[in-house]
């Protein structure tokens, strides 16, 4: 055992993992590593970044080094969640965040929602859609359009909401002729309220959440929160989401209670975040499940850490601490 500057023990030197290719969207890349940047600055630690293959973490013997994991991307990548998760633990690494089962289940949408259905939790209503004239047997509109494997929103645009059929087929016949899995659901227009989930002494709890109010927003296709708003390219668009962080006590009890249960069922015990839109009745519904949420010192989960008092730093020792599962 070592001894870092923050008091907290931990076994080998951490090494931080990131990944970026050829593909990745120049603000994303810069994001995932100044990300990885700041987070090897605190750790005082080497970092690594990743492209078409992970081999290269194989230099870092897994008897010598433990990952800070930060790999995020599409499946089909090296670095995707699940993948290199799954690569750390056929090579013997022990690795921060969720295992690669529980980053799986979460990743595919649709599974998602089979998950939550028997566990009892509310999602928005959903079909896969097998072909783009499947839409023409919807009828529960507005509906919005989802990739079922998509990170980060990368094809999500306010086309995606959709009020009829002759809307969605069109949009619908792109994504799956670009070989995408497609998910026509129920689009619910409301606040979203994404909650931080964070392991803490031995039991997962809500760390906070942050609010998003887009009443200020006329066109209901554009109250989502699309690729471009999160990388800031949407003309006004972060000017008129109203957002705002909630300490753990200011969560509503039962949303903050479906949360727990929700990241439960897919097998999450370190930490994450979950989705909900707010209805016109005050009901919540999960639309999205992000185990590994990002840790950039901009990110939901560190937002809701020091809106409780914490600061950045502690809160990356205590995800490095968590590589255990159990602290």
Not at 54 to 67: Q, T
Not at 172 to 178: Q, V
Not at 268 to 276: A, I, M, N, S
């Amino acid at each position: 055992m070592t001894e870092t500057v923050s008091g907290e023990p931990h076994h080998l030197p951490p090494l931080v993992v990131y990944g970026v290719e050829e593909r990745t969207d120049p603000r994303e890349a810069l994001e995932n590593r100044m990300a990885a940047r700041k987070v090897a600055d605190v750790l005082r630690a080497e970092r690594l970044e990743v492209s078409a293959s992970m081999d290269p973490v194989l230099a870092f013997p897994p008897d010598r080094f433990e990952i800070f994991n930060l790999c995020e991307g599409e499946p089909e990548t090296a670095f995707g969640f699940a993948s290199a998760a799954g690569f750390f633990e056929r090579n013997g690494y022990r690795h921060t965040g969720e295992t690669s089962a529980v980053l799986a289940a979460a990743q595919d949408k649709w599974r998602l929602k089979e998950f939550l259905g028997q566990a009892g939790i509310d999602a928005p209503p959903g079909v896969l859609l097998k072909t783009p004239g499947d839409v023409r047997g919807w009828t529960d509109w507005p509906a919005i359009l989802k990739r079922v494997d998509e990170h980060g929103s990368l094809h999500l645009t306010p086309r995606n909401v959709v009020f009829s059929a002759d809307e969605a087929e069109p949009v619908a016949a792109e994504l799956c002729g670009a070989g995408f899995r497609v998910l026509l659901e129920k689009f619910i227009d409301g606040m979203e309220i994404s909650v931080c989930l964070l392991r803490e002494k031995g039991e997962l709890k809500a760390a906070g959440a942050l609010a998003k109010d887009f009443s200020g927003i006329g066109d209901v296709r554009q109250r989502i929160l699309s690729y471009e708003y999160k990388w800031g390219a949407a003309p006004g668009a972060r000017e008129t989401v109203l957002s705002m962080p909630l300490r753990p006590e200011e969560i509503p009890e039962e949303l903050a209670g479906a949360a727990l249960k929700a990241y439960s069922a897919i097998g999450g015990e370190v930490y994450g975040r979950v989705d909900f839109r707010m209805d016109a009745r005050g009901r919540g519904w999960v639309i999205d499940l992000n185990p590994n949420c990002y840790a950039g010192e901009d990110g939901a989960l560190a937002r809701c850490w020091e809106n409780g008092g914490g600061n950045y730093p502690d809160l990356i020792w205590r995800l490095l601490k968590l590589i255990d599962r159990g602290s």
